[in-house]
């Protein structure tokens, strides 16, 4: 039975992070890490938009403002090391209409608080970045905004965490805690400290050790849509007003790596946890359960999901998410989107008494386990900061 003082459960961004920490600090300690799929990183941190976010979305009492300023320095600091290629093409956020000025405000004074860098620029600015842009009056300049390759990102991750000593175990699934030890697809694992990085399954595994009980995940499927204008066609990401009520960014534009661009990500519900294409990864329960849910927030909940859902179905047209880009960019043709990319699943956690969508961040455990609960969007970009924060949890629990 193979014995560790550390075991992490999920290869995603969160799990190596936190794996790689736990090493540093306890460099006499063994720390296995275990990963269902035969490499990391391949659900949400290898599917995502891979935009190094600025932390001006996020209210200053929370994690996300936090650990984005600092995760989007760390992160950047951590690709120039490594040779990883960034585009430091930063973003700008647009008004569509007299109605959004104010919320660019609250933005710009999010900004403030939380210490990010931000430009409160008007239309003609707004055009010296990016020509194509369609602004109402004034707009926001984020230059610290950067887009990487998560891939690329998530291999130098997994090459670090094994050059430093944690071992990782791939193709091994968590099944059930059994006292002091976990069973495992390949056996029974003893583990002195169990900590639950495992994304999607990350509030069934916590219900397995008493946590989580008034939470579970509702997974959105992020559906991306590329052109195939020549890089450099656009010059910078472009996002519009987001509705702050709920945690997703509206379709917007994203410069991918190599200066191409994407449209994108839906918010669309999935029917099942790792639903991403077809009826591949089904799972009655899963589908029993989830539909359950959804079915109830049809009827109640506190962020109009009915709403949401309707509006975020449409976008499996090719019309409808161009024709939802287009307003944020001149010269848009159909003509020019033609692929669909990879999808990403969001593990986004519900608080099903009060049928509220999480913020932020969510942590809970003891002094044999932690949990992480709403690891979603910019948990990539605060990956480096948020994994020594669980860290710190950790240590004061066990204390
Ligand atoms: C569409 C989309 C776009 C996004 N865009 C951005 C962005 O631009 N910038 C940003 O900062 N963030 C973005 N995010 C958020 C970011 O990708 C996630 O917050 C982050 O990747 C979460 O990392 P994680 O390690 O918690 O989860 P994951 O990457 O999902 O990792 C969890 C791992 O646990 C494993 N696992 C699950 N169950 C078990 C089990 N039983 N046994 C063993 N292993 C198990 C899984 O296989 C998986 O590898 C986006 C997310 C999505 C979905």
Redesign the pocket.
Known sequence: MPNSDFLV???????LNIARELRQRHPDADVTL????SG??????G???????AGFYYTPDSLKARFTRDGNRLLTDYCERKGIPINKCGKLVVARDADDLPFLDELLARGRKNGVELYDIDEVEARSIEPRVITHQRAIFSPNTASVNPADVMRAMQADAEREGVRIHLG???LQQKGRSVRTSAGDYQAGYVVN?????ADK?AKDFGFSERYQILPFK?LYLYSDEPPGSVRTNIYPVPDLRNPFLGVHYTVTVDGRVKIG?TAIPAFWREQYQGYGRFSLPEFADIARLQLGLFTQSSFDFKRLAMEEMRKYSRSRMVSLAAGLLRDVDQRHYLRWGKP????QLLDVRSRKLEMDFVLEGDDRSMH?LN????????SIPFSRHVCDRIEAAVH
């Open positions: 459960i999920g290869g995603g961004v969160i799990g275990i990963e269902k799929e990391c990183g391949q659900h949400a941190s599917r995502n938009s891979g935009v190094l976010h091994v699934r968590y990085a495992a994304g999607l399954y595994i992020g990500p990403g699943i969001r593990a992480v690891a979603v969007s910019p948990a990539f970009t605060c």
